[in-house]
């Protein structure tokens, strides 16, 4: 294995971390969204 194999493994692997971390953050911001008992979650 050269270098460009193992930076594009690395590379593969980080871009696979960073859309579990957005996919995770959306489900918890959907959640919010659909959330609908109607009460201000910001004080307002």
């Known amino acids: 294995m050269n270098g460009w194999d ?18 995770v953050s959306f489900l918890r911001d959907a959640r919010n969204i659909f959330d609908r008992d109607g009460s201000p979650k910001d004080g307002e």
């Open 6 to 23: 193992a930076f594009t493994w690395l590379m593969a692997a980080t871009l696979a971390v960073s859309v579990v971390a957005i996919f």
